[in-house]
């Protein structure tokens, strides 16, 4: 997928990359840091990235101590438009059945064990849609699109949109969208449970997932960490076996140094200072 990313390092500990298939202007200072993402300073503090290393970015920001959480997000215009159709045009079965097309990035994020965020503005379509959903929540504006189009182009979703809308919306609602290819409203993505927040406005979208993020990069990323892993279970095992499974994390925290740090705080009416152990 053509797209760029913002990353914004923050004392807070948590950091926004922005996507886009278009370009903004760049200042290239320091775009030697990676082979395929142009590093940029719009401002102090910013920097402007292209998406081709995305997953080498999020591995990287995933094993950064500094970093409590992470905010996708994109243009007003556009999250991210999907996979490149003048790339994949000419390409055979062969080609993409051999190369594993789409594999490579559509199982990195899923694996990243810092909280994600999605802040949609503008177009998500296709593979942009099932990059928003393999988030770990997605915020949007009331004038984002969602869609998973590619019935339109002779295929279906391949980055997990057929799995994964489904388990969310339904399987008469997902038919009606992927069978169709129409695309769907951010008020709609609310409405849903596709979306956890819809906002009147991209900055009030991003802003919205920002504060979220540097809540969550506030908390113990112990606790954190446990928690995401848990509720990711609930997708895949029935529900007794997930509560089994949540009570056997919810001892293991007993062994984390955060978990005193966290109740003492309590009990003496202070704030927790987290050691992240
Ligand atoms: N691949 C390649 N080029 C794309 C693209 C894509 N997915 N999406 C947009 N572009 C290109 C357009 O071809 C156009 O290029 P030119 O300037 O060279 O003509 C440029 O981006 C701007 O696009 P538009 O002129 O169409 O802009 P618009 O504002 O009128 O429409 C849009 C924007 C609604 C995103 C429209 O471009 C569109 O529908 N794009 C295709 C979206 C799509 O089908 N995505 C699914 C791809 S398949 C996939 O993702 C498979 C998977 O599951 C992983």
């Known amino acids: ?3 760029r990313c913002m990353l914004r390092p923050s004392t807070s500990g948590y950091v926004s990359l922005s996507l886009s298939f278009r370009r903004h202007p760049l200042s290239t200072a320091a775009s030697t840091q990676y082979e395929n993402i142009l590093l940029g300073t719009p401002k102090p503090g ?3 990235t292209l998406f081709k290393e995305l997953n080498n970015a999020l591995k990287h920001l995933d094993d950064d101590n500094t970093v409590g959480a992470i905010v996708l997000t994109g243009s007003e215009k556009a999250f991210a438009a999907g996979a490149d159709i003048k790339e994949m045009k000419n390409q055979t079965f062969s080609d993409v059945s051999n190369s594993n097309f789409i594999a490579s990035w559509s199982s990195t994020i899923p694996c990243i064990r810092k909280p994600i965020l999605s802040a949609v503005n503008g177009h998500a379509l296709g593979g942009g849609c099932e990059l928003a959903l393999m988030t770990d929540i997605i915020y949007c504006s009331s004038t984002a699109t969602f869609g998973q ?4 182009l002779g295929v279906i979703p391949g980055a ?3 799995q994964r809308l ?3 919306i339904g399987k008469s609602k997902a038919m009606d969208l992927i069978l169709t290819g129409r695309n769907f409203s951010g008020i709609e993505a609310e409405k849903w449970g596709i979306a956890a927040k819809c906002f009147d406005s991209a900055q009030a979208c991003v802003d919205g997932a920002l504060d979220t993020a540097g809540r969550i990069a506030g908390l113990s990323r112990v606790a954190v960490r446990a928690a995401k892993e848990i509720v990711n279970k609930s997708q895949d ?8 499974y949540e009570r056997k ?3 293991g925290l007993f062994g984390s140094r955060d978990q005193k740090i966290g109740m003492e705080a309590f009990v003496k009416k202070e704030k927790p200072q987290w050691a992240h152990e």
């Open 166 to 168: 489904t388990r969310i």
């Open 46 to 48: 910013v920097a402007l």
């Open 249 to 251: 994390v919810f001892h």
């Open 237 to 244: 095992l029935g529900i007794r076996e997930g509560v089994e």
């Open 1 to 3: 997928m053509a797209a």
């Open 160 to 162: 997990g949109g057929s």
């Open 149 to 152: 189009p590619e019935i339109k």
